[in-house]
């Protein structure tokens, strides 16, 4: 009986204290891109059961999150876009990757194996600038001689709300479709000239299902947890590749990390036999000059930690680690970390 | 009682509990006032570089790019009015007829649940009304009622070269499903606010109708509706608002398409679901933002137009 | 009887049929109501159901594949809603009191009257807004207690406008015979007009809670979210409306499915919160009219 007030008594007093002052404890915050969201706390949550911090990790959105880290509100922001070197720099920022995602492009054409058809990058600009508007347009035909398709009208599906993965998509297709860069153009959200908008991913991917003769794009996780049909695309050789996790990690080593200015390199319609062609990372933003510099070093621990032990999670979720080579580059990026002249990094 | 032994008759003397009483209520008034005054003040603050840099011209501006940041709100303020609108139309004849239903024609034992069922509508979040409108109506609507109105409606003239009303792609989402939806959305408080408007009207006023013969209906459009008119557009004006501000369910059906309709069932846009759908992404400073702080300001004008005109309608009614 | 003649008669067929359409289509919009009722639930609760366990209410929310919860989130949504009703409701009956009682057709009142009309129609987004400015920013930090904020200022309007409709349909003559008996203003309002109009205030409120207790978009800046276990109100907080959106817009089965829970959860609590509330309201109205 006794030991038992006592106990409940120490944990009502561990509760109280955690209330008093909740920052003492090794919570860290982190916020914005929706994107990573699922990644960032399942590492978190492994993270803690192994001894470490804790992670509150909520998706804003890239935009909210940049906001709130430079109003410092948050241990960490997040953000699918690489943020700007000079913004970087006069907002005391330092940003490095932290996990890889691709977009695939899935179909509901009836009476076609969607993973069959073939589409260059020009050909999807087309369709998503709705000069290409129906299935069996000659110019889809010639890149598919084998397949019969049908004479339905294509509905493009986008994302209505402004994303991260619309931003990647649009930056793909502008840079080898010349009308889409001249008619539309890349953004977080753009003005499309046909088509539907969906909200979110999800909604995208329910979209295309929905809709005979639907065309989307979607986060890879997306595709591979529902059964959707991806599409092939011409990469940077030209090849017509089927999005796979090593095609992904091709395009990723392929980057050119030497002159990527702020860790920001692009892995867009990169070559090789395998290569997936539209492949970005998501980064991470911390403070050079943080209030507290055991919080920021909380979080370098806790990316450190996920980089070594959470491949298997990274894995069952469809998310892609960064190349071992890269997640050392990041490393090196830590160690010019030091606040008031003490290195963060390496943390002991 | 406490009263004063000589009370002079239409000279009562303020108690100071009254006082404290009326202060409290009023400082209740004013906090409704504050609070939407200082609403728009942050909308228009942080819109004002919209204004500035569009001028008056952003709200009949039809092209939405944020691309080349050219920013003209027509498109969704059309999207808005026509949805909220369509939707009214929609569900106070539905809505009042189910009100009218249970307060009349119901069997006394059913009117309980009947009525706690109808309340279970505005429990629902939206986020299900618009997977519901997204999974099972709008394939309904592309299949049968889209072809069904674009061939039955062919006649009617279009608007200028622009707007064919009925014709469209039948993709099922569009103006006319999130019309719909947010019929299905407004109905449970146009139906429950009507329902204990027309329960609280005094049996004599029925009574009295019932005894010169009246029917049920001549009673009621004869004597009750006059009788209870201004407590009935309490039930129309909290169903517009809710239609003017939802965001979750119209994001899903509507098309989020951010330029001119042209036709009902053409992809829109509403000033909610383009305020939610981009503000995540919209950094501080930027003109990106303040557009959205703009739209929000727009809303509130339109709120505040449509409730004018609505009130104007009203008065109106009353003299004649 | 035999005297009428036959355009009288025809008259009052007309007048029959004319009300025997009109009781015919209002029980058909009945039937569509329920029909449309029956559809939207059955989706919820097919869906709902499915992932419906134990862990539910035990665990908090965790990654998918693990079997986590929504126990946090239950919680964070029972003290937010809770709350905010707390303050919204004696907020909204307050104007809906003055407009009705006190301000009747005065000009502030008329302006009262129409900004709450407009504040109907706000978009829940932009109350979050406002509330981030106010409650937020000044203290440092997002809260459960600014969600909650954010909440009564939804709910505020929605019970204002409702308790003012139906006070105005309380008859004069009670106010009347209070005063006559030498009642204060409180009084009458208090013991005389508001019991008279409970139950109809009662459906305002209940509306209201409906309302809020399904709003994402205000909690988003205010009270943020939480994946760690939290009942601290100065804190950011988990809800069941931001796990529902957060959980539906991932490509996890198990997280998809907890979605449907939470929307359906939030759909039974206010229908249990509804049915409570008019049996007590029942009882207590019984005793004091019997």
């Not at chain 2, 989402?173 to 407004?186: H, N, S």
């Not at chain 3, 366990?53 to 964070?76: E, R, V, W």
Request: with cysteine.
């Amino acid at each position: 009986m006794l030991i038992q007030l006592a106990r409940s008594l120490v944990t009502a007093l561990a509760a109280t204290a955690l209330v008093v002052a909740p920052a003492l404890a090794q919570d860290i915050t982190g916020a914005g891109a929706t994107f990573p969201a699922p990644i960032y706390s399942s590492w978190g949550e492994d993270y803690a059961k192994a001894g470490g911090s804790r992670l509150n990790y909520q998706a804003l959105g890239s935009g909210a999150g940049v906001t709130q880290i430079i109003n410092r509100t948050v241990d960490f922001g997040a953000s699918d876009s690489p943020v700007a070197p000079e913004r970087l720099e006069k907002e005391q920022l330092l940003q490095f990757p932290a996990v890889i995602g691709a977009v695939v492009v899935i179909v509901n054409v009836p009476g076609v194996d969607g993973t069959k058809i073939k589409l260059t990058g020009n050909v999807l600009g087309e369709i998503y600038v709705g000069r290409i508007r129906l299935w069996d347009d000659p110019k889809i035909t010639a890149l598919n001689p084998a397949l019969k398709l049908p004479k339905i009208p294509i509905s493009p599906a986008y994302r209505a709300d402004s994303s991260g993965t619309t931003s990647i998509f649009t930056k793909y297709l502008s840079s080898v479709s010349p009308l889409f860069k001249e008619r539309t153009g890349a953004g977080n959200s753009v003005a499309w000239r046909t088509g539907l908008g969906a909200p979110g991913n999800a909604g995208v991917a329910a979209a295309v299902k929905n809709i005979k003769g639907g065309i989307g794009y979607v986060e890879f996780a997306y595709a591979a947890e529902n059964g959707m049909q991806a599409l092939q695309l011409a990469n940077g050789s030209g090849k017509f590749v089927t999005p796979t996790v090593p095609g992904f990690l091709q395009a990723a080593e392929q980057a050119d990390w030497d002159n990527a200015k702020n860790m920001a390199a692009t892995m867009l319609n990169m070559p090789g036999d395998n290569s997936w062609p539209i492949v970005s990372a998501t980064y991470i933003l911390v403070p050079r000059n943080p209030k507290d510099p055991a919080r920021t070093q909380s979080v370098l621990k806790y990316v450190d930690w996920s980089f070594r032990n959470g491949a298997a999670t990274a894995d069952r979720l469809h998310y892609i680690m960064l190349p071992t080579a890269v997640q050392n580059r990041v490393r090196a990026q830590w160690a010019t970390l030091a606040p008031a002249g003490k290195p963060l990094w390496p943390a002991n | 009682m406490s009263t004063p032994a000589t009370p002079a008759i239409g000279a009562r003397k303020i108690h100071p509990a009254d006082t404290t009483f009326r202060l409290s209520l009023h400082a209740a008034g004013a906090v409704v006032v504050i609070v939407l005054l200082s609403i728009l003040a942050i909308m228009f603050m942080g819109g004002k570089l919209a204004f500035d840099t569009f001028g008056l011209g952003f709200i009949w501006g039809t092209e939405w790019n944020p691309v080349t940041q050219i920013y003209g709100a027509l498109p969704a303020i059309t999207g808005t009015l026509v949805t909220a609108i369509l939707a009214l139309c929609i569900a106070w004849p539905i809505g009042f007829g189910i009100a009218f239903f249970l307060t009349e024609t119901c069997p006394e034992k059913l009117r309980t649940p009947l009525g706690v069922a109808i309340e279970l509508l505005a429990a629902v979040p939206s986020i299900v009304y618009g997977m519901w409108g997204f999974f099972v109506l709008a394939p309904f609507m592309s299949e049968y009622v889209q072809p069904w109105l674009t061939s039955t409606f062919l006649w009617i003239p279009p608007i200028g070269d622009s707007f064919f009303w009925f014709t469209a792609p039948p993709i099922g989402v569009g103006m006319l499903t999130a019309a719909l939806i947010l019929a299905v959305m407004i109905l449970p408080f146009i139906a429950a606010t009507t329902r204990d408007v027309l329960l609280s009207t005094p049996q004599l006023l029925k009574d009295g109708a019932y005894a010169m013969g009246a029917t049920r209906w001549e009673a009621l459009t004869g004597v009750v509706i006059p009788a209870v008119r201004g407590s009935l557009f309490g039930a129309v004006f909290l169903g517009l608002g809710r239609a003017l501000g939802e965001t979750m369910a119209v994001v899903f059906v509507i098309g989020n398409a951010i330029r001119m309709p042209d036709s009902l069932m053409a992809p829109s846009a509403t000033i909610a679901s383009v305020v939610a759908n981009n503000f995540p992404e919209a950094e501080p400073g930027t003109l990106d933002l303040a557009v959205l702080l703009a739209l929000g300001f727009i809303l509130f004008v339109v709120s505040f137009g449509v409730l004018a005109v609505a009130r104007l309608l009203l008065r109106q009614e009353r003299m004649s | 009887m035999k005297q009428l003649t036959a355009a009288t008669r025809a008259r009052y067929f007309r007048r029959q049929l004319v009300n025997r359409v009109m009781g015919g289509l209002c029980i058909a919009a009945a039937g569509v109501g329920l029909i449309l009722l029956a559809l939207i639930l059955w989706m919820l609760f097919s869906n709902g159901l499915a992932g419906l366990t134990l862990d539910t209410f035990t665990k908090p929310m965790s990654q998918p594949g693990s079997g986590g919860g929504l126990a946090n989130a239950i919680i964070g949504s029972l003290l937010q809603v809770g709350v905010g009703a707390m303050i919204g409701a004696p907020l909204g009956m307050m104007v809906g009191v003055y407009l009705s009682e006190v301000g009747k057709e005065s000009r502030f009142a008329s302006i009262v009257r129409f900004v709450n009309d407009i504040l109907l129609s706000a978009p829940s987004v932009l109350i979050g807004l406002f509330v981030y400015q106010i409650a937020v920013l000044p203290f440092g930090g997002f809260s459960g207690v600014a969600g909650s904020i954010a909440l009564a200022l939804i709910a505020m309007p929605i019970v204002a406008r409702t308790t003012e409709d139906i006070l105005r349909l309380v008859p004069q003559a009670y106010r009347d015979g209070a005063i006559a008996l030498g009642s204060r203003e409180n009084e009458v309002v208090g013991k005389v007009v508001l019991p008279a109009a409970f139950g109809g205030i009662l459906t305002g409120i209940l509306l209201a809670i409906a309302r809020i207790a399904g709003e994402t978009a205000p909690l988003l800046f205010t009270s943020l979210g939480n994946d760690i276990w939290s009942t601290d109100m100065t804190q950011p907080m988990a809800s069941l409306p931001m796990a529902i959106v957060r959980y539906s817009n991932t490509p996890y089965p198990e997280w998809v499915a907890l979605a449907w829970t939470g929307a359906m959860l939030i759909t039974v609590g206010v229908l249990v919160l509804n049915i409570a509330s008019r049996f007590s309201y029942a009882a207590v109205a019984g005793k004091q009219g019997g």
